[in-house]
């Protein structure tokens, strides 16, 4: 058993209080954050076969907060400002899915996975963790933790009274989650399970102990007001600067309805206490008309006006959706300027700057090794790997880094016309164009995209101020547009976007 040096743990506690950084709450408000997720599973593991999976019986090293750590630089470096980590904590083994267990197979509340424990050194995973987030802080970033939605099937063994049941008195599982089975948040009469939050605040209690600056709350909205306004309350009372995310969308139904009859609305969450939640992107490749896209903007625009201090994330590649290259280039680098021109908080996962594809060569095939009673590498074709000890990230198109730092810098150079610029949906001649732009004293973001899949689109598009005189940079465009006063004619391929930044500093002068 390893050596715990409980003073070199405080030690490591007290320094990471000392770096200042942006209030990640206070980011979050400004759409400033631009979030980069990782595995820590994964993350600057050492495949030495380069086969894909990580197997220790082969000189494989896991993916761990020591490794990772030294990847932080380089993260620093692109303009990252918060590291979103998916979950940490132990997964079930039991029913399992994948080989090492889904990362949302929650096993522990208070425990970080023991297989996140670098070996070489008599650290703890918790004291290693605890280093991991003090460097993050020292280079200015903020980190947030996943608080997964249920528990896996071998904690509703060792805790059945934290778990729902059905009717005939079996744990229940969410939609096809078949590896999770639902908390029991309610008690019959209504009262919270004051058991179930117990554990919900040792979670916190661990957060807190990291000196992690927030967490995503996944599937926030399977749980009740009442139940965030507690977790959070308690959370604010020893942090007031700790920043709740929702994994929530308007549009999204209960996954969880044959067991949980309550569902949070959007605005319950954020009159709970959370910052932020995930928009309205989550199936953006099947929005195929302005009028779509249009809608999804102004219905968060209105739920935002209504809670000034809440904010939304760019979430339109997360580990639940497809690797946006499978749809070709004009895709993904449409996905890449939504991102980070949209009045939101920019959200990338890991892979995303290189153009993984999330495709693997033993996906579903039987394993070599296994940690779990799933004897096979499940995954689910074109997503990120949650289920298996996986390499780090492979770069199927390093080509892709430097437009991705391009969009980045954008952003960084430009936060205050994001931030405060007067953003408006503009008018187009072609219902599967979009365009819209975000105007300040001296200049006019403008963004144009296709939403065909398959044909090439011409479109007209009205700008208040553009003139040819006027046009300053063109940021992203296969074709240099056609200006004629205020009129802009674009020649679209399909799913392209353009990008254009205006000076307005002559017209104002006129």
Known sequence: MKRIYIIIFIALLSSSLTYARENLRTLFKNNAAIIYTINIRNFAAIDSDSDGIINTDKKDTMGNFVLAKEKLKDLKDEGINTIYLLPITKTGKLKALGTLGSLYSLDSFSEIDPVLDYPNNDLSAEQEACAFIDEAHKLDMNVILDLPCCGSFDLSIKKPSLFALDKNKKTLTPADWTDVRIFKVLNDDKTLNKQTLLQFKSFIDLALLLNADGIRADVAAIKPKEFWVELINYTRSKNPDFLFLAEASPLWSNPAKSAVSHYCTIEELLS????????????????????????????????????????????LATHDQRAPILKGFNYWNMVLWLSVTLPQNTYFLDGFSTGDDFIYPYENKKADKTYTDDEYYFVHSGLFDIFNPTAPIREKHPEFKKIYLKAIDFKQRNQDLITKGDFKLLKTNNNKVFAYSITTFDRELIVIGSLDDNKNQSAVVKSNYLNKDYLKLILSAKKHPKIDKNLINVELEPREIQVYLISLAKYRAM
């Open 272 to 315: 709970s206490g959370f910052d932020s939640y995930y928009g309205s992107w989550s199936d953006f490749e099947t929005i195929t008309t302005k009028q779509e896209f249009d809608n999804r903007i102004l219905s968060n625009l209105r739920i935002l006006n209504r809670y000034k201090d809440s904010s939304i994330i760019s979430a």
